[in-house]
């Protein structure tokens, strides 16, 4: 921003954008099946910009992105995820191991970007402002950012998939990051095969949405 | 969505759209200072339903709400946050302190509504998909969720500010959740006295936000 003309005093949306909000969080999805051709070049970094304008305690901003484009580490994080898939599996038991079996979980294979998001929870940025009593806040954070990226991905067209099946530390040894990173999760962007506004969790029978009153008390 | 009409089998975002969600992630603030007035009847209820539409592990929809009206409820958390600031501050020194000492770092008293989100940890929704390696992902999904409260709340002009100088605990005990909830945090909604695109804690010269590149490794 520096160096800019100032910015406006104020900032109104109008109704036909939040409507179209509204649609880009209907039609955000889980994108675990993936065209292979790639992305137009630096739409990750644009992407990661945006992220940088999220949310963090105490401003902070303890997001790191590990963009993962070498063919041997992207291979065993490959192997990570089919170890720790295979172990999920064994730990599911009848119909349910026979219906796991046959989810497609991650798009690693076809997806054209990689990155990871790590919490650098060592970062003095900020101060300790806010995470006294809940440094988890630092992990918030970098997952306020991950799911910037998902909508405005989802905004150009571009699926996203978080690969939450996977053995944190060992990522960690695999991306070769500080000790003091958490990761929140690894991802796959690519174009999606398909659009649907139903998750893919939900189609296969996997599990179904519940209406939001259930989620909500009052006191 | 039951009984609706069948959705598009697609649907595309233009560049003006982009733009103006570009604006709403410039535009969204933490916002300390709120106008006294009510919120629009069902406001709230209706961000929550936008909050469902976030993305979850496994399915799961482990974000649960809170909605505090109560006025000794109310009372009651801002004494705990009262008493965990004036914690924060003692482990403040020098310059620090007194800059901290200024800091506005919750409008619990202005604000026309509170709720607080928690993670439901004990949830079998989902069938413990993604979450056998990374049992947070219930906390990070509950995030996504007051994420999208955020986003979608400042398109409406309404403001949020999430309240993390809280003891967890007692913020469950004072609002008698089951004992598996998780804190996620307490939130302030109103209307803010004024918009601005650059955060408070940077205007008050608490903190500065860095360059994207900065947190970009490649590997």
């Not at 105490?58 to 992105?65: A, C, H, K, V």
């Not at 500080?178 to 174009?191: A, N, Q, V």
Request: include cysteine; charge should be positive.
């Amino acid at each position: 921003m520096q160096g800019a003309a100032p910015a406006a005093q104020s900032l109104d949306f109008d109704r036909a954008f939040r409507t179209r909000l509204r649609d880009l969080l209907m039609w955000r999805r889980d994108v675990r099946r993936f065209r292979r051709d790639p992305l137009p070049r630096g739409i990750l970094e644009t992407l990661i910009e945006l992220a940088c304008l999220a949310p963090s305690v105490g401003l902070s901003q303890p997001w790191r992105f590990v963009i993962v484009d070498d063919t041997a580490t992207r291979a065993a994080i490959r192997q990570n995820f089919a170890a720790c898939n295979a172990q999920a599996l064994a730990a599911q038991t009848g119909d349910r191991a026979e219906l796991y079996a046959r989810l497609k979980l991650a798009g690693l294979e076809e997806a054209p970007a990689h990155f990871a998001v790590f919490a650098d929870r060592s970062t003095t940025q900020g101060h300790g402002l806010g995470r006294r009593t809940m440094p988890e806040m630092i992990e918030y954070s970098a997952v306020t950012a991950v799911h910037t990226i998902w909508l405005a991905a989802r905004a150009e067209g571009i699926g996203m998939g978080w690969v939450s099946i996977l053995d944190p530390q060992a990522v960690a040894a695999i991306l070769n990051v500080p000790i003091d990173w958490k990761l929140i999760g690894y991802f796959c962007l690519g174009y999606p095969q398909a659009d649907d506004c139903i998750p893919e969790l939900e189609r296969s029978g996997w599990e179904q949405r519940r209406l939001p009153p259930s989620a909500v008390l009052r006191r």
